[in-house]
Nanobody
């Protein structure tokens, strides 16, 4: 069982920045890909960004392109999301997720991830 822990969330004004981190609660693991999703009340989890360790490629949802950057280290099992120029519509609970068993495509489907973090709140005030 893999337990992921997110950190770095909080309250920020529009135009500000935050950096989310995700790491296992203990130990490390090797994975095929890791991703970030977000969720607002009453809605399902929506894709934000993913990084594939096998292809060394990154993927973003359109609304965050040019503002968010996903990065990480597969050897350390760590994942980051640098969020710049934040907007009120970015307000959500953010989750990190990992593909460990195999690689699933496409990366923007929540069901394609094996383990999830507990989520962390990001609030952007206008």
């Amino acid at each position: 069982q893999v337990q992921l822990v997110e950190s770095g969330g909080g309250l920020v004004q529009a135009g500000g920045s935050l950096r989310l981190s995700c790491a296992p609660s203990e130990g490390t693991f090797r994975s095929y890909a890791m991703g970030w999703f977000r969720q607002t009340p009453g809605k399902g989890r929506s894709f934000v960004a993913a990084i594939s360790w096998t292809s060394d490629a990154t993927h973003y949802t359109e609304s965050v392109k040019g503002r968010f950057t996903i990065s990480g280290d597969n050897a350390e099992s760590t994942l980051y999301l640098q969020m710049n120029n934040l907007k009120p519509e970015d307000t959500a609970v953010y989750f990190c997720a990992v593909q460990i068993k195999t690689t699933y495509l496409p990366y923007d489907m929540p069901d394609h991830y094996d383990y999830w973090g507990q989520g962390i709140q990001v609030t952007v005030s206008s």
